[in-house]
């Protein structure tokens, strides 16, 4: 037992939980400065207090969730895809009404004071079903033909489907992207022939050169009002291309962040220190204000955290070298990257504006604990391994 325990004290991934740590903490100071320019001392109190009260269930989860073996999180999968399911319809019946008003979105539950976005949850569902699906393909298929990988991607889109339209219900674009770019690290990580990999990823190149042709064209815009594209989605398009051609209207927030941005310099202006303010900075725009106080520098700083997460997480994938577990922290992997991509993207204009939270540093339950869980399965995968075990697995019976 004493052997045991200092096995799985080894096994604990370190440099997973450092740069995680880390970015917390980012934070945690970020939201204080968000907080500080734009509320009183009350409301600062009680948001920290929230915020540190989520960093809390969130470490714990990690823990938790790195006690749980690959048998049973195989077994545990399909029930946690429906259930994921059921509770995004129930979204559609009881979504919190004040924020649908104001985000054009029904994707939050209200519980007195606090929010919750299942769609967050939902992508940790995701990301296990995807797996599941794939493992499970790829152990009953011996000899892989084009018709078996044809098979494979029909049941990856039927899994996809039903989560699409309960995202197109609940106007929910920005997570739609996150789902997607999960399903193409998968996709191209499950071993289908590059015969097929290649046209389909032609195919979605060219369909997003035909949709920026779209929207930035009146022709395209009228086409696309009329298969439901909405006024505001085109005002981010337009603060996109152009961030000050309505610097005081609808793309106020995007001139301001390039502003707060700018504003850092290479050192930034200290800890605390903010002269632009930027509407939503506590979440959405939480990287202006990193840039703002610690310029170019403090923002390079937390994108190599993220890189050596990142980098950490593929390390245990060939360490352990163990499939279920390789698509799992392939689309957490996914997940957490397309996240940092767009945020930041979005901070400094590369990108539209589409409401994704930066992992780990901006404000909000909802997608820390849904990272958090993701970090919990990649690290469990170390925590979990045994050489004789991992070797004898069936994982399309879940049995040794």
Not at 185 to 208: A, E, H, L
Not at 255 to 272: D, I, P, Y
Not at 325 to 332: D, N
Request: one cysteine or more.
């Amino acid at each position: 037992m004493q052997r045991k325990n200092k096995r799985q004290i080894k096994s604990v991934d370190y440099g997973i939980l450092l740069p995680v740590f880390l970015l917390s903490v980012i934070g945690m100071m970020s939201l204080y400065v968000a907080l500080d320019k734009d509320g009183g001392m009350k409301n600062i109190v009680s948001q920290m207090m929230q915020q540190g009260l989520w960093y809390i269930i969130g470490a714990a989860l990690i823990f938790v969730v790195m006690q749980f073996s690959p048998k049973v999180i195989w077994k545990l999968t399909p029930l946690g895809y429906v259930l994921g399911l059921g509770v995004m319809t129930a979204l559609l019946f009881y979504y919190d009404a004040t924020l649908a008003t104001r985000t054009g979105s029904k994707n939050w539950f209200r519980i007195g004071s606090i929010t919750f976005q299942p769609a967050e949850l939902m992508k940790i569902a995701y990301i296990l079903i995807l797996s599941y699906i794939v493992t499970a393909h790829n152990m009953k298929t011996k000899i892989r033909t084009l018709k078996t990988d044809g098979m494979l991607i029909l049941k990856l889109v039927i899994a996809t489907i039903p989560v699409g339209i309960l995202l197109k219900l609940q106007n929910d674009f920005g997570t739609m992207l996150v789902f997607i770019a999960i399903l193409g690290g998968v996709f191209i990580m499950s071993g289908i022939s590059w015969k097929i990999i290649v046209p389909v990823v032609i195919t979605f190149t060219i369909f997003g050169v035909i949709i920026l042709y779209l929207v930035t064209t009146d022709t395209g815009r009228e086409l696309l009002y009329n298969v439901g594209f909405k006024s505001y989605q085109f005002a981010r398009i337009d603060s996109w291309i152009d961030p000050f051609h309505d610097a005081t209207g609808n793309s106020y927030q995007q001139a301001q962040a390039l502003k707060a941005v700018g504003s850092g310099g290479v050192a930034g202006k200290g800890f605390n220190v903010s002269d632009v303010y930027v509407p939503v900075r506590e979440s959405d725009m939480i990287f202006s204000v990193i840039a703002e106080n610690f310029g170019f520098i403090g923002s390079c700083f937390v994108v190599f955290l993220y890189f050596i997460l990142i980098y950490r997480m593929i390390r245990v994938c060939f360490d352990t070298n163990n499939e279920f577990f390789s698509y799992i922290a392939t689309g957490v992997i996914m997940m957490i990257l397309f996240h940092v991509f767009e945020n930041i993207g979005a901070n400094i204009g590369l990108l539209p504006l589409t409401g994704i939270p930066l992992p780990f540093i901006s404000q909000g339950g909802s997608s820390l604990i849904s990272n958090m869980i993701g970090v919990g399965l990649v690290m469990s995968m170390r925590y979990q391994y045994q050489p004789e075990e991992f070797g004898g697995m069936d994982f399309s019976t879940g049995d040794y």
